[in-house]
């Protein structure tokens, strides 16, 4: 193997086709010539010069078939040799996963733009020394740029546009590993015990690191294979991934300076000066690799590097000049540094692309799948290979030296299952255990990690400042609407400050000192920017300051606190502010995509479309038209057609008996653009949780693949998985597609996701809320609506968990009429908005609930006496409103929105249960946890 052909290959993958191609198209002009022009304008005087004259190589065109989607290869077997037939001059975007969501591109795109793209390209290409780097620039800049430029996105072909142009070059160099030498290897990777490791958390800054970690060893394990091109990571997607950006700065370092200047909304994000290094976890606990031939032995290769990036990460750990260090490396024979707490799960499959054959992708995908699942049958606790027995059996014979206890050991307080190494020594400013603490190594090492990650990271990715973070607790997140509702008017307390009265209170209250960190909670960050660049009195600015920093548990919540603001509290609103009482409740979002095992295997049907009807939808025109006769007629019909339309009949056949087949299995074959697009379209949406989460004052602990979890106000809860869903659909960019300027990205359209809304006391044991919370969305995804016709999943579940007991409501997210509209779920946010104002009676939450009303309703409704049940409906609420000119309006407000979806029913073993009782008692819910106590 030679590494600088491939990667010239692959090069001349990302350029065999032009991205202004479907304009080519419609001008009917040929884009061969222009795609090779183009070449040597990006590439020529840069490492990557001489790929410009291989974009027409056998194995370049090899790799653009086999990442061809089915629509492609059905097209190319129905047309033959004929390759410019049924022209189309119109030029769409559907999306890949339901070819019926389609947007029309209505936008001119000159030549001279996209010369523009391509000399700016070389301009940084030039920067770069060797064939290494300047394709790993190339990768994370050429669609970058494009964007920045404020190009639009086009299909790769006008008669099947389910594919982005770039989507297709992307996972035309995907496939080049394969075409290369004729095959290679397809790679799953996945940690076992990721659920119970985050679980294993008591404060809130061990949970982001409990994600991190897992990200960043996983993100780290692939580090070296990422050197063949970032195109080996096929999951999660190198484009747009905040890992691989920082990696390609760190890596390249000409590239870090002019990312700084490319101007994407959200992009600014990705590669964060305050850090130095990625500030969320956004590596799923999975990943799918394209492998060449040549990496033999990739299994093992894997498998070794996963465990000494676990044993580089102790080793961060055991550097960093903290006291604690010195106790782990006095207990190594505890054997952590060569166990890792989770276990990696490798199946992989060799794949011949040399034979030819249209499946080879879809074939080799599925039997990974197969592997796969039957490795996660076996479980293994990683801590079974722990020498526990020895270490403990010592202390009995008086050698242990595990921390002091009278039992001989005690258990770690965090994870609660291996024997504690540490704990507390009763210092109050201790930064790294608290009160009571006892941990084994593992959850030491969390511990340690959430304050210094910096050098660890260093040690295990190459890079990575040693950045003191401030992490909020989950005090500060329960008092968030406090804090904030103080901070809120800063000129009117400025003019306070200068009551002697309240001067003197606040002085109590306020803290007067505060330690400068890198502030991970984005609202703290606003905030200390907003009273820093205030004019107010400079004690008071740093009294505010310094209240807005310190630990909320301490600065509000004491005991002698709590009185004091109280009494601020009624001065301030003697004077006119009101700010909302002290909260003790926090919430816990997470979320999950729905059927993702069978989206990804292209069981299309699961997001109600048949596979037939995905076939036609993915044709536009003329091609269309044939596809569907072809699909209809018998087989002596296809010698008509093949007349008609001056096709090869023998083609046609075959086309038939591919259709044939497809639709028996009733399955599309996955093909690498597919993967590709849907990769893709999972790392925006993350991105999109990350922005709506931060917009909302909520913390990300995680959000990658289909996956999401934060922690936030619960005022906010509503207001972000709102956001977060409709997201998810690109329900919120342009005709379902995401939206960067003028560019379009498929989102995951008609795919579901559920979400688990855990409202809890900030007190609470975190794993009891991590692991309940969990459970709960499982039951949100056995949800079944009816509404006319039966749905699955895509469905929200509201727990608020207090003392120890805990209640739940469930709500559908979307209504599919026939399409996906979204269930409204910002009117939860009016109706305790107006409960909070005083316009409705709190008491309708709870005459909603249960009594003689609902129970009158809930018959009604169940007879489907409809009249009865609205005026009894209309009744109950409108005792509740408060007098006023507003009466009537809130009245028909709320009886439109219960009528709306009065026919929405959840069926589980018990009967039918109606969505008007679900969102009663979702509203109680939410509001019992913003009450406070
Ligand atoms: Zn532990």
């Not at 890992?243 to 590239?255: G, H, K, P, S, W």
């Not at 000066?273 to 033999?296: D, H, N, Q, W, Y």
């Not at 004019?535 to 301490?554: C, N, T, W, Y």
């Not at 502010?577 to 979320?591: N, T």
Request: charge should be neutral; glycine fraction near 8%.
């Amino acid at each position: 193997m030679d590494l600088r052909e491939l990667i010239l290959l692959k090069t001349a993958a990302l350029f065999h086709d032009p991205p202004d191609k479907a304009w080519c198209l419609v001008r009917g002009e040929k884009h061969e010539k222009w795609a090779e022009e183009l070449a040597h304008i990006a590439l020529d005087g840069t490492p990557l010069s001489e790929a410009g004259e291989m974009l027409s190589d056998e194995r370049v065109r090899e790799a653009d078939r086999l990442a061809a989607s089915v629509d492609r290869v059905l097209l190319g077997e129905l047309i033959g040799d004929k390759r410019g037939a049924f022209p189309e001059k119109s030029i769409k975007l559907k999306n890949p996963i339901n070819p019926r969501i389609e947007h029309s591109i209505q936008v001119d795109l000159g030549k001279d733009k996209v010369e523009e793209v391509m000399r700016e390209l070389n301009g940084v290409l030039k920067k770069t020394e060797n064939v290494e780097e300047a394709y790993l620039a190339l990768f994370g800049l050429y669609e970058l740029i494009w964007i920045a430029k404020g190009l639009p996105s086009g299909p790769a072909d006008t008669r099947i546009p389910t594919h982005t142009v770039f989507d297709h070059l992307y996972a035309t160099a995907t496939a080049l590993n394969w075409t290369y030498e004729g095959g290679g290897l397809l790679l799953h990777i996945d940690i076992a015990g990721v659920q119970d490791f985050i679980a294993q958390s008591r404060r809130l800054r061990d949970l982001w690191a409990s994600s991190y970690i897992i990200s960043a060893l996983l993100w780290s394990t692939v580090l070296n294979l990422i050197r063949y091109g970032p195109d080996v990571v096929l999951t999660p997607s190198c484009r747009f991934n905040p890992f691989f950006y920082c990696d390609l700065t760190n890596r390249v370092q000409a590239i870090g300076d002019y990312l700084k200047i490319i101007k994407i909304e959200g992009f600014e994000e990705i590669l964060c000066e305050r850090f130095s290094f990625p500030r969320f976890a956004v590596i799923p606990g999975s990943m799918t690799l394209v492998l060449p031939s040549f990496i033999s032995d990739a299994e093992v290769l894997v498998e070794e590097s996963f465990r000494r990036k676990w044993k580089e990460f102790c080793e961060g750990i055991m550097e960093l000049d903290v006291p604690l260090s010195r106790d782990l490396e006095r207990e190594m024979r505890y054997g952590f540094m060569e166990v890792p707490p989770f276990s990696m799960r490798i199946s992989s499959v060799r794949v011949d692309t040399s034979k030819g054959g249209d499946n080879v992708y879809a074939k080799a995908f599925e039997s990974l799948m197969n592997e796969n699942r039957k490795k996660k049958l076996l479980k293994v606790n990683p801590a079974c290979m722990l020498p526990l027995t020895e270490i403990t059996r010592e202390i009995f014979d008086g050698k242990g030296s595990l921390a002091d206890s009278k039992r001989g050991f005690d258990y770690c307080t965090m994870c609660g299952k291996l024997p504690a190494i540490v704990r507390w020594d009763g210092r109050a400013s201790d930064e790294f255990l608290e009160e009571g603490e006892r941990l084994c190594p593992y959850c030491l090492m969390k511990r340690i990690f959430s304050r210094r990650p910096g050098p660890v990271l260093r040690r295990i990715l190459g890079y990575g400042g040693d950045v003191k973070i401030s992490y909020p607790s989950l005090a500060d997140i329960a008092t968030f609407e406090f804090k904030d509702g103080f901070l809120r008017d800063l000129p009117s307390l400025d003019k306070l400050w200068k009551d002697g009265k309240i001067r003197e209170l606040m002085g109590r209250v306020l803290e007067s000192q505060y330690e400068e960190r890198v502030l991970a909670w984005k609202y703290q960050l606003r905030k200390f920017e907003e009273i820093g660049e205030s004019s107010i009195d400079p004690d008071l600015k740093r009294g505010l300051l310094g209240f807005l920093l310190a630990e909320s548990e301490v600065a509000i919540l004491g005991k002698e606190k709590r009185k004091l603001w109280s009494e601020l509290r009624r001065y301030l609103e003697e004077k006119g502010i009101v700010i909302p009482p002290i909260g003790m409740y926090y919430a816990l979002i997470r979320a999950d995509g729905d059927d993702m095992g069978s989206i990804l295997s292209g069981e299309v049907g699961v997001i109600g479309i048949d596979v037939k009807d995905y076939i036609v939808s993915s044709f536009e025109g003329k091609s269309r038209e044939v596809v569907l006769r072809i699909m209809d007629s018998d087989y002596e019909k296809l010698k008509d057609i093949a007349k008609e339309e001056n096709l090869n009949e023998e083609n046609l056949r075959k086309t038939k008996e591919f259709l044939n087949e497809i639709i028996s299995s009733r399955k599309i074959p996955v093909s690498l653009s597919y993967h590709v697009s849907i990769s893709r379209a999972l790392i925006i949406s993350a991105l999109r949780d990350i922005k709506q989460i931060e917009d909302n004052n909520g913390i990300v602990i995680y959000a990658g693949g289909d996956d999401l979890l934060s922690i936030a106000p619960v005022s906010s809860a509503i207001r972000i998985i709102d956001g977060s869903r409709r997201g998810y659909s690109g329900l919120d960019g342009s005709g379902r597609f995401h939206k960067l300027g003028n560019y379009l990205i498929p989102s995951m359209g008609d795919a579901g996701r559920s979400y688990s809304l855990y409202i809890t006391h900030y007190r609470y044991p975190l794993y009891a809320v991590v692991s309940d919370s969990s459970l709960k969305l499982e039951v949100a995804k056995g949800s079944v609506w009816v509404d006319g016709r039966e749905r699955k999943k895509d469905s929200l579940i509201i727990t608020y968990s207090a003392r120890g007991s805990s209640e739940s409501s469930i709500l559908p997210l979307s209504l599919r009429d026939p399409g996906l509209s979204p269930v409204d779920l910002r009117f939860l946010d009016d109706l305790i908005g107006k409960i909070r104002s005083g316009d409705i009676s709190v008491s309708l939450l709870y005459e909603a609930s249960r009594g003689n009303f609902m129970e009158t309703a809930e018959r009604a409704w169940s007879m489907g006496k409809m009249e009865i049940f609205d005026k009894v409906i209309e009744y109950m609420i409108g005792r509740h409103i408060q007098r006023g000119e507003r009466r009537e309006d809130i009245l028909r407000e709320i009886m439109e929105y219960i009528k709306r979806y009065e026919g929405v029913r959840r069926r589980d073993r018990d009967g039918e249960e109606p969505f008007f009782l679900n969102l009663f008692k979702s509203c109680r819910l939410l509001y019992s946890g913003l009450r406070g106590d």
